[in-house]
């Protein structure tokens, strides 16, 4: 059986009759879960909105964040591309210095290609950052590759310039040449026979210096020669200074290009103060002007491969 709840509405003011009804008993349960529900499906509500306006500002800042890691992100990628660009054109130059010295192309430290990893994505981000990480890898092989390559380089340099110091390359006394090399009239015998240097007149005890460094092998008189300095520069060259006046050095003195050695005179067969320069490659008398104001370069790209 139903039970039924009567209920009294009483107004304030005197005179009127209270309003009277009664609810069955299932009536007021089923209102209170009613209202039960609308209250916390409106406390639901609130807090949904809530939390979808809290969500809403996030994923605003995010989208902010991200434009700006994106801009980051191009903005590494261009420097990444332009450190890249950079260390290919460190390679070019240094393909540049190996064909000026007479060596071979580099191509034994360069990785030939490296594969960028294909990316199915139209996202900004992932594109930009596997650029980034191709360069990288890149720069990585390409700086490990370039730092052996100078290494390479700089060994070879060393000995090419240990090997050109040995080279008769400079003029033992500025000047110029009055007499070259070849068949010509003695000055002094009359007769024709081969003058095997060049003279150079200058001024007695003028400064005389080795056309390359070596050792002191004989300093005396040498007939004709007059006093007499011979060098030996271990490579199969010789030189020869004669009419001298004067040495500063001895047999066995090891020297430097460029060394003072000794003065001029005009000593032995001589007209006036000059001095006869000689150059000999396995003790064969050769041209001293070949190797007059020879440079590195020259020498690496031209005498290294033939004397």
Same mark, same amino acid.
């Given at each position: 059986?139903?039970?039924? #709840?009567?209920?009294?509405?009483?107004?304030?003011?005197?005179?009127?009759?209270?309003?009277?009804?009664?609810?069955?008993?299932?009536?007021?349960?089923?209102?209170?879960?009613?209202?039960?529900?609308?209250?916390?499906?409106?406390?639901?509500?609130?807090?949904?909105?809530?939390?979808?306006?809290?969500?809403?500002?996030?994923?605003?800042?995010?989208?902010?964040?991200?434009?700006?890691?994106?801009?980051?992100?191009?903005?590494?990628?261009?420097?990444?591309?332009?450190?890249?660009?950079?260390?290919?054109?460190?390679?070019?130059?240094?393909?540049?210095?190996?064909?000026? /010295? &007479?060596?071979?192309?580099?191509?034994?430290?360069?990785?030939?290609?490296?594969?960028?990893?294909?990316?199915?994505?139209?996202?900004? /981000?992932?594109?930009?950052?596997?650029?980034?990480?191709?360069?990288?890898?890149?720069?990585?092989?390409?700086?490990?590759?370039?730092?052996?390559? #100078?290494?390479?380089?700089? =060994?070879?340099?060393?000995?090419?310039?240990?090997?050109?110091?040995?080279?008769?390359?400079?003029?033992?006394?500025?000047?110029?040449?009055?007499?070259?090399?070849? #068949?010509?009239?003695?000055?002094?015998?009359?007769?024709?026979?081969?003058?095997?240097?060049?003279?150079?007149?200058?001024?007695?005890?003028?400064?005389?210096?080795?056309?390359?460094?070596?050792?002191?092998?004989?300093?005396?008189?040498?007939?004709?020669? &007059? #006093?007499?300095?011979?060098?030996?520069?271990?490579?199969?060259?010789?030189?020869?200074?004669?009419?001298?006046?004067?040495?500063?050095?001895? =047999?066995?003195?090891?020297?430097?290009?460029?060394?003072?050695?000794?003065?001029? &005179?005009?000593?032995?067969?001589?007209?006036?103060?000059?001095?006869?320069?000689?150059?000999?490659?396995?003790?064969?008398?050769?041209?001293?002007?070949?190797?007059?104001?020879?440079?590195?370069?020259?020498?690496?790209?031209?005498?290294?491969?033939?004397?």
């Amino acid at each position: 059986m139903n039970k039924k #709840y009567t209920f009294l509405i009483i107004p304030h003011k005197s005179g009127k009759k209270p309003i009277e009804f009664n609810l069955n008993k299932w009536v007021i349960i089923s209102t209170g879960i009613l209202v039960t529900i609308l209250i916390l499906v409106f406390v639901g509500t609130v807090y949904y909105s809530a939390k979808m306006a809290d969500i809403s500002v996030k994923y605003t800042q995010m989208e902010s964040r991200n434009r700006k890691i994106l801009s980051q992100l191009t903005e590494y990628s261009e420097k990444t591309e332009t450190l890249k660009n950079t260390l290919l054109g460190l390679k070019e130059k240094d393909q540049e210095i190996r064909k000026m /010295l &007479g060596l071979r192309p580099n191509t034994r430290f360069f990785p030939l290609t490296l594969k960028k990893k294909p990316l199915n994505t139209d996202d900004p /981000l992932r594109s930009a950052l596997n650029n980034i990480l191709y360069n990288l890898r890149l720069v990585e092989e390409y700086s490990q590759a370039q730092n052996k390559s #100078y290494d390479n380089l700089n =060994s070879s340099v060393v000995s090419l310039k240990r090997d050109f110091d040995r080279m008769p390359s400079i003029w033992p006394l500025y000047g110029y040449i009055v007499a070259g090399f070849g #068949y010509r009239l003695h000055p002094i015998l009359g007769i024709v026979q081969m003058h095997t240097g060049i003279d150079i007149p200058t001024f007695w005890g003028a400064p005389i210096r080795v056309a390359a460094s070596g050792d002191v092998i004989s300093v005396g008189w040498d007939g004709g020669y &007059g #006093y007499a300095a011979i060098v030996d520069h271990h490579n199969g060259f010789r030189t020869i200074y004669a009419h001298l006046s004067k040495f500063l050095v001895k =047999s066995g003195d090891s020297v430097k290009k460029g060394q003072l050695i000794a003065l001029a &005179g005009s000593t032995g067969l001589s007209t006036g103060p000059h001095l006869h320069y000689e150059v000999r490659y396995n003790n064969t008398p050769i041209n001293p002007t070949r190797y007059l104001n020879l440079d590195i370069f020259k020498y690496s790209n031209m005498l290294r491969r033939a004397i």
